[in-house]
């Protein structure tokens, strides 16, 4: 017998997180974190406006705290109990600060225990691939009123409780299969980013040419830096022992483009044609969206990956309908710059160190000129599976403007000492 399931989206207003007390392990939070472990929810999404409130309630829940305690140690009955001595677990002192740090990161440790995601514009919603049955929002506004207009297919409840009593929970194989997708995300991730890296790529830019006309063209060079897979449950159907698994994927591309100056051209009359004195150098970043299936195999309640198939073009283009940023880089020599990770998980990193100076200076004099260090500190997760890295050490420039050497340190969590690259 087969059963299909599709996950739903649920988008929060802030007044959820006050109706519910910012309590996480019990009541309807942690029931709603339930249901997404469960997969019956396979996308929570907030706005970012919802997030800043819900740390301005938190920030004005730790004021009034610290003042209903203050009034109480200023009472006679209070003190009077002090002296006699018999409230000597009590700290004399409460801590409104660190009480406001310990709230925020509650909330945030919920948001990423929960794999919330946090819009900015939530007129992105009409991006959601379809075949999303409807977007069930939660707000006790009458209309939504955190959801802008123009997005069909909402369904709208005032509080959580009416959320759960009208959705339905995945059952047996299902569960088994969306928990499966969970453990075990950050390598499907690195299995289909390894794809990417092997497809064919044309990348295409604006350049001018020597007529002054806008044109999209490939550029003269380029390279792929980091490619970063995201990816959601779209549905699951499960049949004959086999759970079949539909996923939306998001890759974002990052990509370091060469393009020939135009603006630095000299004619030459013995070729009859433009010589360029330079190259320009630019990052772009860019962003695409394709299908993703896989299938796996399910006995005596074990479940095993088989087959990973992302629908893709044999061709990938990368080109203004993709791009997503684009900035020129700070260096002369950008590659040179670079430090290569790789994660435990598969995911390569590459991080522009010139990014990461925190201080920069005179080392010595040359004949040319000064050599200048820049000294490099950065500290980050890797975007596929979290794990958090550090990097330091400095970068030396002679002459200026040109890469001279590196003496950079790689340290990942779990790894006590420092790694050379």
């Keep these: ?161 009416e959320l759960f009593h009208a959705i339905g929970s995945p059952r047996g194989d299902v569960v088994r299969a969306m928990r499966y997708f969970k453990d075990t995300q950050a390598d499907l991730n690195s299995y289909i980013e390894n794809i990417l890296w092997t497809k064919p790529v044309i990348v295409e830019g604006q350049t001018w040419d020597r007529h002054g006309v806008c044109e999209g063209e490939e550029y003269d060079d380029f390279e792929i830096l980091n490619i970063v897979v995201h990816s959601d449950v779209h549905s699951i159907e499960c049949l004959n022992g086999k759970a079949f698994l539909s996923l939306s994927v998001k890759a974002e591309i990052e990509v370091e483009c060469s393009y020939l100056d135009e603006g630095n051209s000299v004619w030459d009359p013995e070729e009859k044609d433009y010589l360029y004195k330079a190259r320009g150098d630019i990052i772009e970043n860019h962003e695409i969206a394709f299908p993703a299936e896989v299938v796996c195999e399910i006995a005596n309640k074990q479940i095993k990956r088989k087959t990973v198939k992302p629908l893709l073009q044999r061709r990938l283009l990368l080109d203004r309908n993709t791009l997503t940023d684009r900035c ?53 997760r890797c975007p596929n599976c979290g794990r958090k890295f550090r990097i330091g050490g400095v970068i030396y420039e002679y002459p200026s403007g040109s890469f001279n050497y590196k003496d950079i340190n790689t340290e990942w969590d779990g790894e006590n000492d420092m790694e050379e690259r």
Aim: with cysteine; aromatic share 8%.
């Design 1 to 161: 017998m087969s059963e299909k399931f599709m996950p739903l989206i649920v988008v929060l207003a802030a007044n959820v997180f006050d109706h519910a007390g910012y309590s996480y392990q019990s009541g309807d939070l942690g029931t709603l974190k339930q249901h997404i472990d469960d997969g019956a929810i396979g996308e929570l999404i907030i706005s970012d406006a919802v997030a800043k409130a819900c740390k301005q309630q938190l920030k004005e829940s730790a004021d009034l705290l610290a003042e209903d305690f203050k009034k109480v140690f200023d009472t006679h009955q209070w003190k009077l109990a002090e002296g006699i001595g018999c409230l000597s677990d009590v700290p004399a002192v409460f801590d409104k600060q660190n009480l406001e740090e310990g709230l925020l990161k509650n909330f945030g440790q919920y948001l990423t225990d929960t794999h919330a995601k946090i819009l900015t514009d939530l007129t992105k919603l009409k991006q959601i691939p379809n075949g999303y049955n409807e977007i069930y929002v939660v707000s006790d506004d009458s209309d939504g009123g955190i959801v802008p207009r123009g997005i069909e297919k909402i369904k709208i409840f005032h509080t959580l409780k």
């Design 328 to 380: 020129n880089t700070d260096a002369s020599e950008p590659g040179k710059f670079y430090e290569h990770l790789a994660c435990k998980c598969g995911h390569y990193i590459t991080v522009n160190l010139i990014d990461h100076k925190e201080e920069t200076g005179t080392a010595s004099a040359g004949e040319t000129g000064n050599e200048t260090a820049h000294h490099i500190a950065c500290e980050d």
